[in-house]
Nanobody, 120 residues
Framework: QVQLVESGGGLVQPGGSLRLSCAAS????????MGWYRQAPGKQRELVAT???????NYADAVKGRFTISRDNGENTVSLQMNSLKPEDTAVYYC??????????????WGQGTQVTVSS
């Protein structure tokens, strides 16, 4: 069984910063791409940023220059440093990862989500 557990959400004022972290645990053989998605009320879930096992990154246009994704392959963690936060960044943020277990097949896993609220 594989689990993704997020931490680090909360309430922050516009212009502030937050750092989200996600730890993968369980019977993990290897992890391919890891990423963060978000879903605001009444909207579809959208990609925020992804990072491959070779640390190639991809960002949504809305967060480029403000957010930075990183990972620690040894610890099976992925983080999202969010700076210059705006009210429109308010959403539930979900960790995502493509993980293979002992079966050597890759499956997609999601965390439970962590709330980020940007408000004065």
């Amino acid at each position: 069984q594989v689990q993704l557990v997020e931490s680090g959400g909360g309430l922050v004022q516009p212009g502030g910063s937050l750092r989200l972290s996600c730890a993968a645990s369980g019977s993990i053989f290897s992890i391919n791409t890891m990423g963060w998605y978000r879903q605001a009320p009444g909207k579809q879930r959208e990609l925020v940023a992804t990072i491959t096992s070779s640390t190639s990154t991809n960002y949504a246009d809305a967060v480029k220059g403000r957010f930075t994704i990183s990972r620690d392959n040894g610890e099976n963690t992925v983080s999202l440093q969010m700076n210059s936060l705006k009210p429109e960044d308010t959403a539930v943020y979900y960790c995502n990862a493509r993980i293979s277990t002992l079966s050597r097949k890759f499956y997609e896993y999601w965390g439970q989500g962590t709330q980020v609220t940007v408000s004065s």
